[in-house]
């Protein structure tokens, strides 16, 4: 495995590590459910995807650098699609999404993405 790849994990790993840290925490102090709202699965779902999207994109840049961000745009689709497909129906079955529920899919997403669109922009201009 390549130097960047193991970068990538890593970086991944510390990063979403901090966020969870830091968002149990602010549950914690606000007396909210720590572990409810299926927070531990959307932290590992979205790491998994982002690694193994993240590998894909790395491999593929050489052969199709010019398809790498529409190859990305798609694989965004893939995790919303992987969210409406299992937590969606488990958030809704009460009849509304809370906020909770949305926050502990929405924050890994998002910093995920954060993480996966820096590091692909490194890639893409060829600083990888």
Partial sequence: MSKTIIGFC????????????MHSLILYFLKLPLFANLIIPS??????????IFI?????REKYNHLLGFIFMGSSFLKFAVFFIF????????GHIST???TSFLVP?????IIETFFLVKVLNNKI
């Fill in 10 to 21: 890593l970086k991944l790993l510390v990063v979403m590590s901090v966020v969870f840290s």
């Fill in 43 to 52: 932290y590992l779902i979205n790491s998994i995807l982002v690694t193994v």
């Fill in 56 to 60: 894909i994109l790395f491999k593929l």
């Fill in 87 to 94: 937590f969606y129906p488990i958030f809704k079955e009460d």
């Fill in 100 to 102: 909770l529920e949305a």
């Fill in 109 to 113: 997403y998002l910093v995920s993405l």
